[in-house]
């Protein structure tokens, strides 16, 4: 009889967890932030913009699960997830005094190359701006340009667009999957020097 030691290659560290029932890999999620990860420029607030609806274009590098949606203005406003078509993927309200607030939503996954926009009707607020350079990568995703339409809670084909500013302020909350999904490299090693299969038998 020989015993056998199990050799699980160094990739399990950066995989997470490997089954070896299902033969993947789970793996961690990380959370991260848009606009408010790499938000620079001069802020101003207590702009009486209540008759627009403001945001950004954004367009993910890789797909993204959006968990959540923020706001940085003063007052109660729904904040939307829209696809290239205007489709409403989420929304959700959120209530900020001048400082970034997330609101939880069903999470939706967005896909990498596609274009999506994150917007608020003004109505009822006093919104907060910053002057910025615009397209600006930040983490996963790419912000292209400022948003904006009237009237305040409208958003279709007709808006406009502005790339030495950041209207709003909107943002939204996403995760990405971590860990490399490699399958791990197994070696079965007999002590007493054997080589053998690495199937069982009653030896």
């Known amino acids: 009889m020989f015993l056998f030691i199990l050799l699980v290659s160094s990739s399990l560290v950066n995989a997470g967890f490997w089954d070896f029932i299902t033969g993947k890999a ?13 938000e620079t420029g001069t802020l101003y607030c207590g702009l009486g913009y209540s008759v ?13 699960k959006v968990t959540e949606l923020c706001g940085y203005y003063s007052g109660t406003l729904l904040v939307r997830l829209l696809s290239s078509t205007y489709q409403v993927l989420a929304q959700t309200q959120v209530t900020s005094s001048n400082s970034w607030v997330c609101s939880s939503i069903t999470p939706v996954t967005i896909n990498s190359g596609s274009t ?4 608020a009707g003004m109505a009822g607020s006093t919104s907060c701006a910053r002057l910025v350079s615009l397209p600006k ?7 292209i340009e ?6 305040a ?20 909350v996403y995760t990405t999957e971590v860990g490399d999904t490699t399958p791990p490299v197994i070696t079965l090693t007999s002590v007493g020097g054997a ?4 199937y069982l038998t009653n030896d």
């Open 26 to 38: 789970t793996s961690e999620t990380t959370t991260k932030y848009g606009w408010r990860s790499c």
């Open 52 to 64: 627009f609806t403001m945001g950004y274009e954004f367009v993910p590098t890789q797909n993204v």
């Open 116 to 119: 999506y926009y994150v917007v």
């Open 137 to 143: 990568t930040c983490n996963d995703v790419n912000i």
């Open 146 to 151: 400022t948003v904006y339409q009237t009237p």
């Open 153 to 172: 809670g409208s958003f279709d084909a007709t808006h406009r667009k502005r790339s030495d500013v950041m209207y709003g302020m909107v943002d939204i």
């Open 195 to 198: 080589t053998t299969s690495p």
